[in-house]
């Protein structure tokens, strides 16, 4: 069985609300913990920044909160900002799911972000098992002239085994309304056609999640490196969207995302963006 971790967070203003989720494979993440482990001892020990403290990216770039032994200007924030960005783009096989709304077009945009992604994210296990399960069964009859009908079934057994999974890590919040929902979504989850109507004539299908493992998993954010990760990713997608202020242009934090992130921004999840960003 192949496992997905979705780290998510959400960074918002009045206009835009943005959540985004870092995807790292179960058969990576302790390389993928070990490579962010050690930017944040390279942190400490040339910027004095505590291994323990939370980097929260609103404050962070803003120059706000005491996240070091010593002074850190906000030109420096900036360059270690777009460091952790750097971080996230070269972590082994991850994928990013972005989701970036307007505010005034959504009277729970929180809530409706949170039905987008867990959508995707069941959308794109079932793909990936689509895509996967038929090549190992091309494997398996291609392999089987040259070996024992026992080996043959053997090998066929273990190849059908593959099956995509996922489980979700989020900060803390509104984990009640949150867990509400998912669960409702595992029993009754429509989804109205692209096209107007499905192939049977009805406006929308009954799409459970089965895909995700357990209700999501709320953790403090400080006590998550990969969660802080996704909170910096939401918060550059959210300058990206937004008209960037002085300071924001300045440092050039609302180009950051495009600079570092674009790259493993999973297009699957929304192919009518150039980036996969799901806007609606």
């Given at each position: 069985?192949?496992?997905?971790?979705?780290?998510?967070?959400?960074?918002?203003?009045?206009?835009?609300?943005?959540?985004?989720?870092?995807?790292?494979?179960?058969?990576?993440?302790?390389?993928?913990?070990?490579?962010?482990?050690?930017?944040r001892?390279?942190?400490?020990?040339?910027?004095?920044?505590?291994?323990?403290?939370?980097?929260?990216a609103?404050?962070?770039?803003?120059?706000?909160?005491?996240?070091?032994?010593?002074?850190?200007?906000?030109?420096?924030?900036?360059?270690?900002?777009?460091?952790?960005?750097q971080?996230?783009?070269?972590?082994?096989?991850?994928?990013?799911?972005?989701?970036?709304?307007?505010?005034?077009?959504?009277?729970?945009?929180?809530?409706?972000?949170?039905?987008r992604?867990?959508?995707?994210?069941?959308?794109?296990?079932?793909?990936?098992?689509?895509?996967?399960?038929?090549?190992r069964?091309?494997?398996?009859?291609?392999?089987?002239?040259?070996?024992?009908?026992?080996?043959?079934?053997?090998?066929?057994?273990?190849?059908?085994c593959?099956?995509?999974?996922?489980?979700?890590?989020?900060?803390?919040?509104?984990?009640?309304?949150?867990?509400?929902?998912?669960?409702?979504?595992?029993?009754?989850?429509?989804?109205?056609?692209?096209?107007?109507?499905?192939?049977?004539?009805?406006?929308?299908?009954?799409?459970?999640?089965?895909?995700?493992?357990?209700?999501?998993?709320?953790?403090?954010?400080?006590?998550?490196?990969?969660?802080?990760?996704?909170?910096?990713?939401?918060?550059?997608?959210?300058?990206?969207?937004?008209?960037?202020?002085?300071?924001?242009?300045?440092?050039?934090?609302?180009?950051?995302?495009?600079?570092?992130?674009?790259?493993?921004?999973?297009?699957?999840?929304?192919?009518?963006?150039?980036?996969?960003?799901?806007?609606?």
């Open positions: 069985m192949s496992v997905r971790i979705f780290y998510i967070d959400e960074s918002y203003d009045d206009k835009k609300f943005c959540l985004s989720a870092i995807a790292i494979r179960h058969a990576e993440w302790k390389e993928c913990f070990h490579l962010v482990r050690e930017h001892k390279q942190l400490k020990q040339d910027y004095g920044i505590y291994l323990r403290k939370e980097i929260h609103t404050d962070f770039v803003a120059g706000r909160g005491k996240i070091s032994d010593r002074e850190i200007g906000k030109w420096q924030r900036s360059r270690l900002f777009l460091g952790l960005l971080l996230v783009a070269r972590l082994p096989k991850v994928l990013c799911f972005n989701i970036c709304l307007d505010v005034a077009k959504h009277s729970d945009p929180e809530m409706t972000a949170w039905d992604v867990i959508n995707r994210i069941e959308r794109t296990m079932l793909e990936f098992e689509n895509r996967e399960i038929p090549l069964r091309s494997l398996v009859t291609e392999s089987s002239a040259s070996i024992s009908q026992d080996s043959a079934d053997k090998l066929r057994e273990r190849l059908n593959y099956r995509a999974r996922s489980i979700i890590v989020a900060d803390e919040g509104r984990e009640l309304d949150i867990r509400r929902a998912f669960r409702k979504m595992s029993v009754f989850n429509p989804i109205p056609s692209k096209f107007g109507v499905w192939p049977a004539g009805q406006t929308s299908r009954n799409i459970i999640t089965e895909r995700i493992i357990e209700d999501p998993i709320f953790k403090p954010s400080d006590q998550s490196y990969f969660i802080q990760l996704a909170d910096c990713v939401a918060f550059a997608l959210l300058k990206r969207e937004t008209p960037p202020s002085e300071r924001i242009k300045k440092y050039g934090i609302n180009e950051m995302f495009d600079q570092t992130i674009a790259g493993i921004c999973f297009k699957g999840a929304s192919p009518r963006d150039p980036l996969g960003i799901v806007r609606a």
